[in-house]
């Protein structure tokens, strides 16, 4: 199970409260440098930006590719440890409106994980480091660290073992 905070609301639906939930003005600073980290081509520059104006923990030579999409209202619960790869066009949530509630939760992503395009990543959940998501993944519970995950619904393709395994003797 994801590990999020429940926050319930009365009347409309959670996102019609969303500047109760977060401020106006961080919405907007948020999403201006995340549209400027989107498509700059520099790797430092990105990190600089998640690091400084963002508050994200990004471990060094983390990669984020062309158009990663970090959450735009709470980046600060997104935490990248060094040396990961972060595929294109990835969206990485660290909250989700429901009708009568929000939800809101830390996205942690280990050292040497490496992300594959288009992938979705949900609030709450905890990648493992050396984990390896295919393309095309929601990830929607916790990837075992050295694990290879892919699908959705995301699926379990090999433990850390068998992916040990599997690169010790490629021909099998």
């Known amino acids: 199970m994801r590990k999020t905070d429940r926050h319930p609301v009365a009347g409309a639906n959670s996102l019609w409260h ?7 003005l961080k919405v907007i600073k948020n999403f201006i440098i995340i549209q400027i980290a989107r498509y700059t081509p520099f790797l430092s520059v990105k990190n600089w930006l998640y690091r400084t104006f963002l ?7 983390t990669s984020f590719a062309l ?4 959450d735009i209202m709470f980046p600060e619960k997104i935490t990248v440890g060094e040396n990961s790869i ?5 969206t990485i949530l660290a909250h989700e409106y429901l009708i009568h509630e929000y939800r809101t939760g830390d996205v942690t992503i280990g050292d040497e994980v490496m992300i594959g395009a288009n992938t979705t ?7 493992g480091s050396g984990a390896v998501v295919s393309a095309g ?13 892919g699908g959705n619904p995301m699926k379990l393709i090999y433990t850390h073992e068998e992916m040990k395994k599997r690169m010790e003797n490629p021909a099998d």
């Open 18 to 24: 969303v500047y109760q939930t977060v401020p106006f």
């Open 55 to 61: 508050k994200m923990n990004v471990g060094k030579q």
């Open 67 to 70: 158009m990663v999409m970090p």
């Open 86 to 90: 972060i595929g294109y066009n990835t």
């Open 121 to 127: 990543i949900l609030p709450g959940v905890t990648i």
């Open 137 to 149: 993944t929601l990830v929607h519970k916790d990837v075992p660290a050295g694990a290879f995950v």
